[in-house]
């Protein structure tokens, strides 16, 4: 029996935050989707919770936006182990992101089947 994930998506946008927890439900693999609106509600999160299995992180966000949190949270001996995908909007951030220690980039609109490799494969 595999275990369920629990997945941090962090996005300041509701309606996607909304369709990417839709979609992660649709998936047998999650057990549940935490939600947070910018990078540092998100690290206080991670603070508080020892259970997350994977963020799925937007980049452009106001008070602490994806690449801020990318280098705060890969300074952290807790939890620079946590694999990361980043979802955005902006091409210009992959190799940013990916040299901050993102295990994966994803342009949206997000299509569940490339999000579900994607997750597959940082999983391993």
């Known amino acids: 029996m595999l275990k369920l994930l629990n997945i941090l998506a962090v996005d300041d946008?509701?309606?996607n935050l909304k369709l990417l927890k839709s979609m992660l439900k649709k998936t047998e693999i999650v057990a549940e989707v935490v939600e947070a609106e910018n990078g540092s509600d998100a690290i206080n999160i991670l603070k508080s919770r020892d259970d997350?299995?994977?963020i799925l992180l937007d980049i452009v966000?106001?008070?602490m936006n994806g690449i801020e949190m990318l280098k705060i949270v890969r300074g952290d001996e807790k939890l620079k182990?946590?694999?990361i995908i980043v979802l955005t909007?902006?091409?210009t951030k992959k190799s940013e992101a990916l040299e901050?220690?993102?295990n994966g980039f994803?342009?949206?609109?997000i299509r569940i089947n490339e999000l579900?490799?994607?997750?597959?494969s940082v999983l391993i």
């Open 89 to 91: 909007t902006d091409e």
């Open 116 to 120: 579900k490799e994607k997750m597959d």
């Open 106 to 109: 994803l342009m949206k609109p």
């Open 81 to 83: 182990q946590l694999p």
């Open 13 to 15: 946008d509701m309606i």
């Open 100 to 102: 901050l220690g993102a």
């Open 61 to 63: 966000m106001p008070v």
């Open 52 to 54: 997350i299995d994977l």
